[in-house]
């Protein structure tokens, strides 16, 4: 089983950058793909970003394609998500999650395993 904790989530005005992390521990990190997703207030969760066990591969929502990079340093076993010219509409709660199937990349919440307790974002106007 692994634990997820993020971290790195803030108050940044619209165009700034924020770099999200997210530590794993408890298990073999290595051998899960990961991906982050959001929610905001009233909405469903929703896929940002996801990357192989290996890094690399990587996929990502069409709203923050070429704004935002997700990586992955299985040394020390964390994910981030490397966040630019941010906007209001990124405003969220931001969550990592760890996916043990063999398929990566997957967008829908309830494929993944595991997640943490979550980061909130908000980018103001």
């Known amino acids: 089983q692994v634990q997820l904790v993020e971290s790195g989530g803030g108050l940044v005005q619209a165009g700034g950058s924020l770099r999200l992390s997210c530590a794993g521990s408890g298990g073999t990190f290595s051998r899960y793909h990961m991906g982050w997703f959001r929610q905001a207030p009233g909405m469903d969760r929703e896929f940002v970003a996801a990357?192989?066990?290996?890094?690399?591969?990587?996929v990502y929502a069409d709203s923050v394609k070429g704004r935002f990079t997700i990586s992955r340093d299985n040394a020390k076993n964390a994910v981030y998500l490397q966040m630019n010219s941010l906007k209001p509409e990124d405003t969220a709660v931001y969550y990592c999650?760890?996916?043990?199937?063999?398929?990566?990349?997957?967008?829908?919440?309830?494929?993944?395993?595991?997640w943490g307790q979550g980061t909130q974002v908000t980018v103001s106007s």
């Open positions: 999650a760890a996916d043990s199937n063999p398929l990566y990349g997957r967008r829908v919440p309830n494929a993944y395993d595991y």
């Open positions: 990357i192989s066990w290996s890094g690399s591969s990587t």
